[in-house]
Protein backbone atom coordinates (compact mmCIF):
# COMPACT_ATOMS: atom_id res chain seq x y z
CA UNK A 1 0.00 0.00 0.00
CA UNK A 2 2.70 2.57 1.14
CA UNK A 3 4.53 2.09 -2.09
CA UNK A 4 1.58 2.50 -4.27
CA UNK A 5 0.81 5.63 -2.83
CA UNK A 6 4.87 6.39 -2.74
CA UNK A 7 4.45 5.96 -6.64
CA UNK A 8 1.50 8.09 -6.64
CA UNK A 9 3.15 10.89 -5.60
CA UNK A 10 5.96 10.19 -7.40
CA UNK A 11 4.31 10.54 -10.82
CA UNK A 12 2.29 13.54 -9.50
CA UNK A 13 5.22 15.39 -8.92
CA UNK A 14 7.00 14.35 -11.66
CA UNK A 15 3.90 15.63 -14.04
CA UNK A 16 3.77 18.79 -11.95
CA UNK A 17 7.19 19.68 -12.79
CA UNK A 18 6.77 18.31 -16.19
CA UNK A 19 3.77 20.93 -17.01
CA UNK A 20 5.60 23.49 -15.18
CA UNK A 21 6.79 24.92 -18.72
CA UNK A 22 10.08 26.83 -17.52
CA UNK A 23 8.10 28.40 -14.59
CA UNK A 24 10.21 28.18 -11.02
CA UNK A 25 8.40 25.77 -8.69
CA UNK A 26 7.43 27.57 -4.85
CA UNK A 27 6.89 25.61 -1.77
CA UNK A 28 6.06 22.07 -3.41
CA UNK A 29 6.62 20.58 0.36
CA UNK A 30 3.42 22.68 1.48
CA UNK A 31 1.57 21.99 -1.40
CA UNK A 32 2.49 18.43 -1.19
CA UNK A 33 1.35 17.86 2.34
CA UNK A 34 -2.05 20.46 1.70
CA UNK A 35 -3.20 18.04 -1.00
CA UNK A 36 -2.43 14.71 0.83
CA UNK A 37 -3.57 15.69 4.42
CA UNK A 38 -7.03 16.91 3.59
CA UNK A 39 -8.11 13.77 2.00
CA UNK A 40 -6.24 11.51 4.37
CA UNK A 41 -8.06 13.38 7.43
CA UNK A 42 -11.19 12.72 5.91
CA UNK A 43 -11.06 9.21 5.58
CA UNK A 44 -9.25 8.47 8.75
CA UNK A 45 -12.24 10.29 10.94
CA UNK A 46 -14.49 8.49 8.57
CA UNK A 47 -13.00 5.22 9.32
CA UNK A 48 -13.18 6.40 13.14
CA UNK A 49 -17.08 7.66 13.23
CA UNK A 50 -16.04 10.61 13.42
CA UNK A 51 -14.31 10.10 16.98
CA UNK A 52 -11.41 12.44 17.18
CA UNK A 53 -9.31 10.19 19.90
CA UNK A 54 -9.62 6.92 17.09
CA UNK A 55 -8.74 9.14 14.46
CA UNK A 56 -5.55 10.28 16.60
CA UNK A 57 -4.56 7.24 17.59
CA UNK A 58 -4.93 5.62 13.88
CA UNK A 59 -3.20 8.59 12.56
CA UNK A 60 -0.47 7.77 15.27
CA UNK A 61 -0.71 11.52 16.57
CA UNK A 62 -2.18 13.62 19.60
CA UNK A 63 -5.69 14.47 19.77
CA UNK A 64 -5.06 18.02 19.74
CA UNK A 65 -2.53 18.05 16.75
CA UNK A 66 -5.54 16.22 14.90
CA UNK A 67 -8.15 18.70 16.50
CA UNK A 68 -5.60 21.54 14.82
CA UNK A 69 -5.61 19.77 11.53
CA UNK A 70 -8.78 19.57 11.49
CA UNK A 71 -10.01 23.48 11.79
CA UNK A 72 -7.24 24.02 9.68
CA UNK A 73 -8.68 22.43 6.93
CA UNK A 74 -12.36 22.99 7.78
CA UNK A 75 -13.33 19.93 8.70
CA UNK A 76 -15.04 20.53 12.09
Given at each position: ????L?????????????????????????????????P????????????????????G????????????????
Open positions: MSAESDCVRKSLNRYFRDLDGQEPHAVYEMVIRTVERMLEVVMKQANGNQSAAAEILINRNTLRRKLTEHDLL
